[in-house]
C-alpha cells in the first residue's frame, strides 16, 4: 500500500479526495500525462493503481516519475509504500472466474435503466438480448448501473458498469483487478461477434452502435495485448474515435500498428458528431451501408 495523499502533499502536487470526477476512496488529481485541466487522474485507494479518464490506465512508477521525474520515483514510491505492489503481483491474486451474473443483478432491466438506454438512442431489450446485460439497483458496489459483462472466448473474464443517474463522478467502474480473470484494458470489447472486419471504437456505448461490427478498447489509449488481439482477428478495420484532437492522434497512431500487422485499415471521422455514442441509430446504420458491413 502507497500513502499517495502524504506522497502527493510533500511534493507539492494538489489533489482532491471529494467532488467532481471522484470517486468514493479514491484520490484524483490533474493528469500531467495528457494536459489535463481538470481532475480526471485517479489513485486507486490502496495507492497501488493510476487511472486518469482521459488517457487511460498507467504503471505507478510512471506517474510519479512525471510528477517528481523519473530519477525520484522509485525512491518516492519505496519511502511511502508499507507494502510496495505492483501489478504483475495482482495478477497471480486474480479471480478464476467472474460471478456472471452477479448476485445482485437484477432479472429484468428496471424502469430507470431501460429509460435511459431509450433516451441515448437505443433499443433496451435488443441490447439486453445481444449483449447479455444486466443491471444492479440500490444494492452493491455497482448500484444504479448497467452491468456490461466482457467477454473471451465466450467466457466473462470482467464487467464494466455504466452509471445511469449521471450524479456519480465516475460514470464508467470497472470490476477490479483481483475480481476479474483478465481486467477489461488487456481485453477487447465485443471481440467474439467479430470476424474478419470491425469498427474499432473507444467505448462501450460507441461501438452499440455498430452491433455485431462493433468493438471497443475502453478509451482512445490501448495496450500491446489489445492490439494483438485484433491483429489476430482482423482483416480489415475502420477505426472511429470521437472527434477531438487528441482522440484521432492515438486513431491514427493505432491505425498505423494494425496495419504494420497486416490489417487494411480506413479512419472514420465523423463530419456532424463528436463521439459515435451521440449518433441517432439511422445515421449509425448509413454508415455501416457505406463501409458495407451490411
Known amino acids: 500500500m502507497i500513502n499517495i495523499q502524504t506522497l502527493l502533499g510533500d511534493i507539492g502536487i494538489p489533489f482532491w479526495t471529494s467532488g467532481k470526477n471522484v470517486s468514493e476512496g479514491w484520490t484524483t488529481i490533474s493528469c500531467v500525462l495528457c494536459g489535463d485541466r481538470s481532475n480526471h487522474g485517479g489513485f486507486s485507494p490502496e495507492g497501488e493503481s493510476y487511472s486518469c479518464f482521459r488517457c487511460g490506465k498507467h504503471s505507478i512508477y510512471k506517474i510519479i516519475g512525471a510528477l517528481a521525474g523519473y530519477e525520484n520515483a522509485k525512491p518516492l514510491i519505496l519511502e511511502y509504500s508499507d507494502i510496495l505492489t505492483y501489478h504483475e503481483h495482482i495478477a497471480s491474486e486474480r479471480a478464476h472466474m467472474v460471478e456472471w451474473p452477479p448476485k445482485e443483478a437484477a432479472p429484468q432491466l428496471p424502469s ?12 433496451p431489450k435488443q441490447i439486453r438480448n445481444f449483449y447479455d446485460i444486466r443491471a444492479a439497483y440500490q444494492v452493491g458496489d455497482f448500484k444504479y448501473r448497467i452491468l456490461i459483462p466482457v467477454k473471451l472466448s465466450q467466457m466473462v473474464v470482467t464487467y464494466v458498469g455504466r452509471d445511469v443517474t449521471e450524479k456519480s463522478p465516475l460514470k464508467y467502474k470497472n470490476l477490479s483487478e483481483r ?67 487528441q482522440a484521432q492522434q492515438k486513431a491514427m497512431e493505432l491505425g498505423e500498428i494494425l496495419s504494420f500487422q497486416g490489417v487494411d485499415v480506413e479512419n472514420v471521422v465523423l463530419d456532424e458528431y463528436n463521439d459515435p455514442g451521440d449518433m441517432p441509430q439511422g445515421v449509425a446504420d448509413e454508415i455501416k451501408r457505406e463501409l458495407m458491413l451490411v
Open 112 to 123: 430507470l435503466h431501460a429509460q435511459y438506454l431509450h433516451e441515448r438512442g437505443y433499443n
Open 179 to 245: 475480481r476479474s480473470v483478465i481486467p477489461a484494458k488487456e481485453c477487447v470489447y465485443n471481440i467474439d461477434n467479430i470476424h474478419e472486419t470491425a469498427v474499432i471504437c473507444e467505448g462501450i456505448f460507441d461501438a452499440w452502435r455498430f452491433g455485431a461490427h462493433g468493438v471497443a478498447l475502453f478509451g482512445i489509449q490501448f495496450t500491446t495485448k489489445q492490439t494483438s488481439l485484433l491483429a489476430k482477428q482482423l482483416k480489415r478495420a475502420f477505426i472511429c474515435f470521437d472527434n477531438e484532437y
